[in-house]
T-cell receptor, first 115, second 110 residues
Framework: DAGVIQSPRHEVTEMGQEVTLRCKPI?????LFWYRQTMMRGLELLIY????????DSGMPEDRFSAKMPNASFSTLKIQPSEPRDSAVYFC?????????????FGEGSRLTVL | QKEVEQNSGPLSVPEGAIASLNCTYS??????FFWYRQYSGKSPELIMF????GDKEDGRFTAQLNKASQYVSLLIRDSQPSDSATYLC??????????FGAGTRLFVKA
């Protein structure tokens, strides 16, 4: 089975530009998480969805960040406008909380650099 | 205060020794606890999970949970250079929200 698929793997953009990160969870997983990882702050939970519904977005830094999950097989994280402090690795993870006892399966991450 | 706290390290141990990694959490409603390993430039991968007080062993790894003290630990016996990585402690709360600590870097010297 394919794992969690994220795109793009690397993104370099200029301050003020819109960035869209994409995630395809593992088929059958009904929970999806977006994390951001930096050296300074570690792995921070931004938002998570259960059955395509956002449950907790308290980790979203500010209004420039938005996330959607229009169906069970696709989610996006959008940053508009982007700023240099948004530079980080963004991970998407999915799970089936009951079947997987909460184990998260991570994608390979999207490394974002905002100049 | 972060919800899940870890010593960032680095922790350095000689090959063959026991590595001891510790973690505390602040939310008493946390239900399950996880240890993930992350190699440089890679994504986290699960090593062990534990949700009952006491010890849980899997090969060279032992996870320990003390809910009264809000403390979780991971012991790695017979440490190998290939164990050198960052170890992330995580806790889930209601609704399966999973919060990670900042991670402890482990170096195993050959």
């Amino acid at each position: 089975d394919a794992g969690v698929i994220q795109s793009p793997r690397h993104e370099v953009t200029e301050m003020g530009q819109e960035v869209t990160l994409r995630c395809k969870p593992i088929s059958g997983h009904n929970s999806l998480f977006w994390y951001r990882q930096t050296m300074m702050r570690g792995l921070e939970l931004l938002i998570y969805f259960n059955n395509n519904v956002p449950i907790d977005d308290s980790g979203m830094p500010e209004d420039r960040f938005s996330a959607k999950m229009p169906n069970a097989s696709f989610s996006t994280l959008k940053i508009q406008p982007s700023e240099p402090r948004d530079s980080a690795v963004y991970f998407c993870a999915s799970t089936h909380p009951i079947a997987n006892t909460g184990e998260l399966f991570f994608g390979e991450g999207s490394r974002l650099t905002v100049l | 205060q972060k919800e899940v706290e870890q010593n960032s390290g680095p922790l350095s141990v000689p090959e063959g020794a026991i590595a001891s990694l510790n973690c505390t959490y602040s939310d008493r409603g946390s239900q399950s606890f996880f240890w993930y390993r992350q190699y440089s430039g890679k994504s986290p991968e699960l090593i062990m999970f534990i949700y009952s007080n006491g010890d849980k062993e899997d090969g060279r790894f032992t996870a320990q949970l003390n809910k009264a003290s809000q403390y979780v630990s991971l012991l790695i016996r017979d440490s190998q250079p290939s164990d050198s990585a960052t170890y992330l402690c995580a806790a889930t709360t209601g609704g399966f929200k999973t919060i990670f600590g900042a991670g402890t870097r482990l170096f195993v010297k050959a």
